[in-house]
């Protein structure tokens, strides 16, 4: 099992020059508050345990060797209870284990740090929705025009261009970067009581777009103290045949002024 690869989180605010139109941005302003961010609002922080099951997890997951064996995955990895912070800006996943206690595990609490990875990583990428992060900022310059699938919304990132394809609904489709080597994303969104809410995002590996060759991210939805925070999260990594699956629960919410 390896770790896979960084993630394109896509943060716009403040790095895209041009001009653009009023009518463009008053559309622009209309497209951003049709999206769930929770974090815009009035959350702080949400606490979650992090549920997962390694026997269910090599069902679906192709085993290195360098994991632990069965009963080493079931006696000393199991038993951990993690939990989860998530923070407009931090993802913090904890064990309880120190470092020495961890470097006892086997192959020096491998397994751990990888699920620990998974999580902050699936996370990190769902923040780009809960800020609002994943489209432009609403004073970026932008073109925004119908087309053949809905909106298509053009701007630059410093001296790239960038085209996001949004659905009638202007639910966002994807988006690409015009770079000599294309960078590029799929998305889709579920319909929630507050906005639009992430459903999956999907990005390439080393530039291929082919099945086989994609980081696939899940999400569905729990409703806590009134705000919509993931509960089931799953990543595919299907080059490696790797996928992670767990649930959030137990979950706390910390909201601004509480």
């Not at 990543?235 to 509480?258: A, F, I, P, Q, T």
Request: with cysteine; proline share 4%.
């Amino acid at each position: 099992m390896r770790v896979f690869c960084g993630l394109m989180v896509v943060c716009w605010a403040g790095l895209c020059l041009g001009q653009t139109s009023e009518k463009d941005q008053a559309l622009l302003s209309q497209v951003r508050g049709k999206y769930d961010a929770p974090f815009n609002r009035e959350l702080q922080s949400f606490d979650c345990a992090v549920g997962f099951s390694w026997k269910e997890h090599f069902k679906e997951t192709t085993r290195v060797g360098d994991e632990g064996t069965d009963e080493e995955l079931e006696t000393l990895f199991q038993p951990i209870r993690n939990r989860v912070e998530v923070t407009r800006s931090r993802v913090t996943v904890t064990s309880g284990l120190s470092d020495e206690a961890m470097n006892k595990l086997p192959y020096g609490g491998m397994a751990e740090g990888l699920l620990e990875h998974a999580v902050e990583k699936s996370l990190y990428n769902w923040l780009a929705a809960g800020t609002n992060a994943i489209l432009p900022d609403a004073k970026t310059p932008v073109s925004l025009q119908q087309s053949a699938t809905g909106y298509r919304l053009a701007f630059k990132m410093q001296d790239v261009d960038v085209q996001m394809n949004l659905a009638p609904d202007m639910r966002l489709l994807d988006a690409v970067a015009k770079t000599p080597q294309p960078d590029r994303f799929e998305t889709s969104f579920d319909t929630g009581p507050q906005g639009f809410v992430l459903r999956s995002w999907t990005v390439d590996e080393d530039g291929n777009v082919e099945p086989g060759h994609r980081l696939i991210f899940s999400y569905s939805y729990q409703m806590v103290d009134g705000v919509q925070v993931p509960e089931q999260v799953v990543v595919m990594r299907e080059s490696h045949h790797e996928v992670w699956r767990y649930k959030l629960n137990d979950c706390k919410v910390k909201k601004v002024g509480k």
